[in-house]
């Protein structure tokens, strides 16, 4: 059975959810440019916001936060992503000097 906490954390998730959805997911997308990407990363701010105990976490701050983690798993995806794609160049590239050409005169 859920403790007390995560009773009023289930009941502001959902009420957020339902209530202020559009309304994050629309925030979502103006940072993803894709509407189901913008969904993926409201659902897992969603779980990261109320996954853990947070002291003085209210409907009326949760909002706040939520659009908070929102920014912080988007940025956070961008700078993975980045950090792959540059790596992947480095290393194509790093190969190809290494890699003799030949050509056929």
């Not at 859920?2 to 009420?15: E, I, L, N, V």
């Not at 993803?32 to 409201?42: C, K, N, P, S, Y």
């Not at 779980?47 to 947070?54: D, E, L």
């Amino acid at each position: 059975m859920p403790d007390r906490w995560q009773q009023r954390a289930d009941d502001a998730m959902a009420t957020l959810a339902r209530e202020r959805g559009k309304a994050l997911t629309g925030y979502a997308f103006l940072l993803t440019g894709d509407l189901r990407d913008a969904e993926d990363l409201v659902q897992d701010a969603l779980v990261k916001t109320f996954v853990r105990r947070r002291s003085g976490l209210e409907l009326g701050s949760a909002e706040g936060y939520l659009r908070r983690t929102i920014l912080t798993t988007y940025i956070d995806g961008y700078r993975r992503r980045t950090k792959v794609l540059t790596r992947a160049s480095w290393t194509r590239s790093s190969a190809s000097r290494r890699s003799p050409v030949s050509r056929n005169a």
